[in-house]
């Protein structure tokens, strides 16, 4: 069974800061890329940032220079700092997993379940 757990939502005002975490646990052979999406209300979900198994970035226009992913290939966990965060930052923020294999599947996407991010002016 794979799983990604995420942590370090909540409600904060403009101009803060926050830390998005997400494990991921289960067997692993390999993994390509980790990253966050996110989803406003009424909004559909939208890419956030991306980083591959080689460290490679890839980020939204909204977040470029606010927001910083990481990846912790020993740990299997990505992380996501978010500083001088906006109101229209508030969404839920989903972990994501891409090309994901074990030893009897190969699953294309994971997803987290999700963490909410408030951000109040």
């Known amino acids: 069974q794979v799983q990604l757990v995420e942590f370090g939502g909540g409600s904060v005002q403009a101009g803060g800061s926050l830390r998005l975490s997400c494990e991921a646990s289960?067997?692993?052979?390999?993994?390509?890329?980790m990253g966050w999406y996110r989803q406003a209300p009424g909004n559909e979900r939208e890419l956030v940032a991306l980083v591959s198994s080689g460290g490679r970035t890839n980020y939204a226009d909204s977040v470029k220079g606010r927001f910083t992913i990481s990846r912790d290939n020993a740990k299997n966990t990505v992380y996501l700092q978010m500083d001088s965060l906006k109101p229209e930052d508030t969404a839920i923020y989903y972990c994501?997993?891409?090309?994901?294999?074990?030893?009897?599947?190969?699953?294309?996407?994971?997803w987290g379940r999700g963490t909410r991010v408030t951000v109040s002016s």
């Open positions: 994501n997993a891409k090309n994901w294999v074990t030893p009897i599947h190969r699953h294309l996407e994971v």
């Open positions: 289960g067997r692993i052979v390999s993994m390509d890329a």
